[in-house]
């Protein structure tokens, strides 16, 4: 028999319940990873009748998904307050590209934060442009210039929060505002703090994007990406996405809703020891600025305390002048940071990180910084004893004051 889950539960309880389906999970906890293309009827007239039915969890065809997929997408849509419903892509780079791709259509103008992904950047700037679609970039930390900045053709605003690298927070709920006052859609890129962390439906958002490959997966051997919607948009993204042949592979999907499970207390270990770390090099005289919207005194930290509940362990540190071959010294020098792509596994990580490269009107380093300083690391921390991650890192600044 089917227990019946309390409504009023809190997202670390949520993490639990999601997407446990019954029908789906048959007697044991987990669903099964059901690996499917044909999907069998019963006869000719189911079949035939099939056809006329084009919903979610309903079997068709492996394109649509299965069971696997559906408990994910179930699990995220209900960790989202205000979603109809979440489509699943095989990439996170995939995700904001269906969810402009539902949106925009040829004339149409994009805004999108300057602070984007980079490859969100790229596939706006130069894949749109294809498809008749013009990108404008603005600085979100500028609320009456990006009101300004809306034109006719303006359709969709993307937004990320904080900003990929440079982590500065906008303030959502005010962009958000002036976005609808226009008829704008709004696409936030929530990856950093995922829907435990930020309820961006909740804050006025359309579509909300997670690189599922980063914290959702935490450990770093899955690629995946989600997109959940309001009712407004869910069904226009459902369609496309499926016109477009995006699905999920049922394998990824299990190992994404295994790391969901344990994402709560991942999270609160990542931020908790990222704290420490960031407490630390904050203090240290070869560090000019920890650019972290948890840490108190850090550059956004009062909007993150208004509007975020949660977040992750991810920091850049600015280091106090000299040149990017001290900068590769500190990265190398370390034994316990890996240096690699992406975030969010149980391991930490280190990257020599260029955000001027992808920068049109925001300046690097941010604001309030003294341009001398401007070498950037960018640091995951992961779920290692925080006193070696601090042990390792005086290793690395050690290495740059001696280049
Ligand atoms: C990593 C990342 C993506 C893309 O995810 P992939 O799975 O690496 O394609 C998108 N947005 C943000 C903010 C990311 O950090």
Redesign the pocket.
């Known amino acids: 028999m089917a227990k019946k889950i309390p409504a009023d539960i809190g997202p670390a309880t949520r993490l639990v319940t999601g997407g446990r389906r019954p029908e789906w999970t048959g007697p044991v906890v987990n669903p099964p990873v059901w690996r499917a293309s044909t999907h069998l009827y019963e006869d000719s007239a189911a079949q035939q009748a099939g056809l006329k039915v084009n919903q979610d969890g309903v079997f068709h065809y492996g394109a649509r998904g299965g069971p696997t997929q559906w408990a994910l997408a179930d699990a995220l849509t209900e960790l989202e307050p205000g979603a109809a419903g979440t489509m699943l892509y095989p990439?996170?780079?995939?995700?904001?590209v269906m969810a402009l791709l539902a949106v925009l259509k040829a004339g149409d103008e994009l805004l999108v934060s300057d602070n984007?992904?980079d490859?969100?950047r790229t596939f706006a700037v130069k894949a749109l442009r294809g498809y008749g679609i013009t990108t404008r970039f603005f600085d979100p930390h500028d609320v009456d210039g990006f009101a300004a900045a809306i034109s006719d053709r303006s359709r969709a605003v993307l937004l990320?929060n904080p900003g990929?690298v440079s982590l500065e927070m906008c303030d959502i709920p005010a962009l958000t505002q002036a976005a609808k006052a226009r008829g704008l859609v709004v696409l936030l890129?929530n990856?950093?703090a995922g829907p435990t962390g930020f309820q961006a439906l909740k804050h006025g958002v359309d579509l909300s994007?997670?690189?599922?490959?980063?914290h959702v997966g935490g450990h770093s051997d899955v690629?995946?990406?989600s997109v959940t919607a309001n009712a407004e948009w869910y069904p226009r993204l459902r369609r496309h996405s499926l016109m477009l042949g995006q699905q999920a592979s049922p394998d990824d999907c299990a190992l994404a809703l295994r790391g969901l499970r344990t994402m709560g207390v991942r999270l609160e270990r990542s931020c908790s020891s990222a704290l420490k770390v960031a407490e630390w090099l904050q203090g240290r005289p070869e560090v000019a600025a920890v650019l972290f919207p948890m840490l108190p005194g850090a550059p956004g930290h009062d909007l993150w305390k208004r509007d975020f509940s949660g977040g992750c362990g991810?920091m850049t540190i600015v280091m106090a002048g000299k040149d990017t071959a001290a900068r590769d010294a500190l990265v190398d020098a370390l034994g316990l940071f890996g240096i690699g792509?992406?975030?969010?596994g149980f391991e930490s990580l280190a990257l020599g990180s260029h955000p001027e490269r992808d920068r049109d009107v925001m300046p690097w380093p941010p604001r309030g910084i003294d341009p001398a300083n401007r070498h950037a690391v960018r640091l995951w921390i992961g779920l290692e004893e925080p006193q070696d991650l601090i042990a390792d890192l005086e290793r690395g600044l050690a290495a740059w004051s001696a280049a």
Do not use: N, Q, V
Not at 91 to 96: F, N
């Open positions: 990439t996170g780079l995939a995700a904001p984007s992904y490859p969100s990320e990929s890129d990856t950093w994007i997670l690189a599922l490959t980063k690629m995946l990406g991810l792509y992406s975030w969010g």
